[in-house]
């Protein structure tokens, strides 16, 4: 089983930046795709952005494109680092994982889940 913790949410202001942070631990522990997802009061989940194993070419959800800048820097540890943010980015943010998807942007692809860091930014 794998286990993914989020951290690094938190209120801020309009234009100010976070970076969230997920860990994975656990057994079996070969997570070939790990992403970011949303989930703002009354919305379904929404794809943030993706990164694969080695780090390679990330993928990342058009209303995120040139604030957000997803990494890997290990096989168990990835960034979210948000710029720019805006009320609208206000969500629980999920890392999820898993050793390969079909989708990158369909949650229903993914077996682990974090808990959720709450993303508050204020107008």
């Known amino acids: 089983q794998v286990q993914l913790v989020e951290s690094g949410g938190g209120l801020v202001q309009a234009g100010d930046s976070l970076r969230l942070s997920c860990a994975a631990s656990?057994?079996?522990?070969?997570?070939?795709?790990m992403s970011w997802f949303r989930q703002a009061p009354g919305m379904e989940r929404e794809f943030v952005a993706a990164?694969?194993?080695?780090?390679?070419?990330p993928f990342i959800a058009e209303p995120a494109k040139g604030r957000f800048t997803i990494s890997r820097v290990s096989a168990n540890t990835m960034y979210l680092q948000m710029n720019k943010l805006k009320p609208e980015d206000t969500a629980v943010y999920y890392c999820?994982?898993?050793?390969?998807?079909?989708?990158?942007?369909?949650?229903?692809?993914?077996?682990?889940w974090g808990h959720g860091t709450q993303v508050t930014v204020s107008s």
């Open positions: 656990g057994r079996p522990f070969n997570l070939g795709i």
């Open positions: 999820a994982a898993d050793q390969s998807v079909g989708l990158v942007h369909d949650a229903s692809e993914y077996d682990y």
């Open positions: 990164i694969g194993r080695g780090g390679g070419v």
